[in-house]
Structures are given as C-alpha cells and as structure tokens.
C-alpha cells in the first residue's frame, strides 16, 4: 500500500484499534445519538487508550455531527492508533488516515 493511500475505520461504536503500524490521522467524524454527549480521544497506541493523545473532541449529544480534518500532511502516530469512545449512548466515529 501506498504512503498516500487513504483509509477509513469504518463507523465505529465502540473502543477499537485503529491501526497498528505507523500512520497519519487525517479526520474525524463524530456522530451523537442526539441526546448524549460524547467524548473521543485517539492516542498514538496500538493496543490501549493510554499515550500520546493525537486527538480529542467533546459533541454536545444534540449536535447532528462534527468533522475535524487535520492540517496538511497529518498528525504522524508512530505507534498505531487507538480511539477511545466515552458516551452513555449510541454514538459513532469514523476515522480516516494514511
């Protein structure tokens, strides 16, 4: 695969593993369940939400969504990526990254 390649989590629910190699953090999109808040957090692990936090983001539940795009180039993860999802509803992410 390419360096250039874009790839995509797929919508997630739920804590994941984003990727376990080295990569870019290219955007997020955040979707509530419109009416619980959440919070994402996507550290530079592959494996746990602990280290070097590369993104986080609180969405009031009764946004209808919320799109963050990284500055040219990424933000480089060394280690992988893990997104670490906090809501006491039915919320989604995607994320996309290289």
């Avoid at 376990?20 to 919070?39: A, K, M, Y």
């Avoid at 996507?42 to 946004?63: E, P, R």
């Amino acid at each position: 695969m390419s360096e250039g390649t874009k790839l995509s989590s797929g919508e997630k629910t739920a804590d994941a593993v984003i990727t376990d190699r080295r990569s870019s953090l290219h955007g997020v999109l955040l979707i509530p369940d419109g009416t619980n808040d959440l919070t994402l957090v996507i550290y530079d692990n592959a494996s746990a939400a602990s280290g070097t936090i590369l993104f986080k983001a609180i969405v009031k539940g009764s946004d209808t969504s919320f799109q963050w795009l990284s500055p040219e180039g990424g933000i480089r993860a060394v280690n992988g990526m893990y997104a670490d999802i906090t809501t006491s509803g039915s919320a989604s992410y995607i994320v996309h990254y290289t």
